[in-house]
């Protein structure tokens, strides 16, 4: 037995366990997530055996493979979890917030000591210690005084403060108990369990045996004491066959023991397990594994000395997987390279418009002649919008991933506020391009923030307003047409009309009392603009919607506020589904083809001479429907040269961004289209008034004008 | 070629015991959890099955004693992966009708090692 121990190891250390990191890594990573998850899902009062066993499991699952991939730290931390949510799932101990904070202070430092491993640093790692106390402290049954602040709460005075866990019990700063030997000794599973405190008494009547102190136990059937003493195992079960029967006696030496978490290299010694089982027992000791004796399927006595000394050759591990282990159920999903995908996008993108361009030249064809062809280029014109569709699908990802992130930083925020706060999400479901979904995170974390620290009251000022104590953030998206809305609700105290008001004029910002709601909160936009009475650490120094609304509007999205004073507020954020793909509308001056974005498009109508008015500098203004609004000459933004000088522009397109709307004049409406956008940033440079180009199906190039630069050149 | 029926719920783990058995020629099955090896159990036989404790489900002892049910699998060798290293835990495997156990973490050659002597 011992040679195969040691032959297994030497061969183990070949073995290269490194190219497995990176699936634990990113299992661990989405175990951590879900334990939190569930963690604040947690109702303390009526927590049932299924979420218990979820959340128990998620640290589990991580210790199982920290301690195998030899990760040590993460290891220990998470037996420490493992050990207090074992106690919680079989109901020995009741969960409280003091818990679930330190629960999830440990999922973030397991992250940590992960993120550290993963980049490979080394170097002394952040200490866990303080964590590792105080979750031991919370197993053992012992109460601390709960203290509002996270700060570690004081060591609990009693002997029973001792964990049920080797890692702590060994620390000499523990009450140990005096003796040579240091046991953890189980009796049970006993149908009278007061049989075994009579075992007390034999420490206490004979002298010299040595010390004993009783230990939580984590079944109530089952008393564990730990026992200091120089009297060998086979005195002790002579002593206490007096009142339990050896059966259901067992005795572990804590001398040598770390944990079996703590264990720094998986197949060492010290790895686990190394009970001394007391004698009677028909298990038999092994270094790590045994048999059952009998059990079926388990080899015999003399086969496994047998092969022990066989030699090692067969075991010689080919780094070539099985090409038979298809049936992986969890087929489900896959992991692909970003770039990957976007690289099909593009390619799915150049066939879409070389599709175009077929159509396009299959216009001039005779239909009686050429039916086949044109059946056929209708078929790929189908199929084409299909795949363009499902590739496009592929980067869509659930809003869930980005509001999964806010119900934590809430709980934090508002805890640290002095607010109470629920937080309810709606169309986690909803989905939406990654690119947008990484861009939208920070704005949305800092509307999400002020929500809570600006826009809902304390506890004691809502009682007053009449409101329940509890404030509600609602944080939900949906798809709207082509474009999603996400919308950030609070029931707070809203924007206040005349704070806002009075703001401006002290920053010397051009208002007026008769200006509409809608235009004094588009001011909370203006750059350093805040109106929080207290700064805090959390938000309010003034850098904020401005940066939220220009970081919206770089997606080609806008912003809106709507607000009651004293009953809350709610900004709602429009976005394109997608960066790469949208829907346009063609326009043509002269010669040239400019795309509009459908999304920002109103109407479009011939004008009549009489409706335009020239004002001032040679502005023009056209009346539509009782309102006015700014003429822009696409002709004379973008220098088209005109050969047909009979020929004026005489259509005029309506589009809107950020809440204002201007008319363009253009020659013809050429059509609806979707386009690939490409990025003429990165292939030329920065152009005024166009956010990108797009190639069309008859091969030229077309630019996409920036709606939001034209409305706020109609401003100067 | 013998068959093994991996049984974890972390894809980590089933990932390197299954890399690890085919590479020493074993072919490999693997399940999710206890409930899906039980129902891989249904459609074909295995030589050994080799399961993880701690799964949603259906737990690795739990599958132990709805495999011993089946006459196929009245003889077949399961080993039971844990952490748990209590003699409580030892026993209810053999109470389940358990092979032998293996104690998590373990290294690849000596799951081989421990394979080798059950498998015939």
Known sequence: MADAHQESSGSGDSFDLTQFYQIFFEEAGENLDLMEQMLLNLNLETADDEELNGIFRCAHSVKGGAATFGFSDVAELTHQMESLLDRLRRHE??????????????????????????????????????????????????????????????????????????????????????????????????????????????????AGLGEIAVLPSDRADTRVFKVGTSSSNEDLLDLFAFHVSREHISIRDLGDETGVGAAPQPGHAAMAFADDPPPGTPIAPAPGYGFFEGAPGAPDAVKVTAEVAEPKGSAKVVAKPNAAQQSQPEAATIRVAISKVDQLINLVGELVITQAMLAQNSRSLDPAVSQQLLTGLADLDRNTRDLQESVMSIRMIPMSIVFSRFPRMLRDLASKLGKKVEFVTQGEATELDKGLVEKITDPLTHLVRNSCDHGIEMPEDRLKAGKPETGTITLSAAHQGGSIVIEVRDDGRGLSREKILGKARERGLDVSDQMSDGEVWQLIFAPGFSTAEVVTDVSGRGVGMDVVKRNIAALNGTVEIDSSEGYGMRVSVRLPLTLAIMDGMSVGVGEEVYILPLSSVVESFQVKDESVNTVGQGSRLVKVRDEYMPVIELEKVFQVPRFDFEKSSDIMVVVEAEGSRVALLVDELLGQQQVVVKNLETNYRKVPNVSGATILGDGKVALILDTSALVRRSRH | MPVILAVDDSPSMRKMVSFTLTGAGYQVVEAVDGQDAYEKAQTQSFDLVLTDQNMPRLDGLGLTRKLREHPQFKTTPILVLTTESSDLMKQAGRAAGATGWLVKPFDPARLLDVIKKVIK
């Open chain 1, 93 to 206: 101990l009741q969960p409280n917030a003091l818990m679930v904070d330190v629960l999830l202070e440990s999922a973030d430092a397991s992250r940590g000591l992960l993120a550290r491993h993963q980049a490979g640093e080394t170097g002394e790692p952040p200490s866990s210690a303080d964590l590792v106390r105080r979750i031991s402290e919370l197993a053992s049954g012992a109460t601390p005084a709960p203290t509002l602040a996270a700060s570690a709460p004081a060591p609990a005075p009693a002997a029973p403060a001792v964990a049920p866990v080797a890692a702590v019990a060994a620390q000499p700063t523990e009450p140990v108990v005096k003796g040579a030997r240091q046991l953890e000794i189980r009796m049970g599973p006993l149908e009278r369990p007061e049989q075994a405190d009579a075992v007390k008494e034999l420490f206490r009547d004979i």
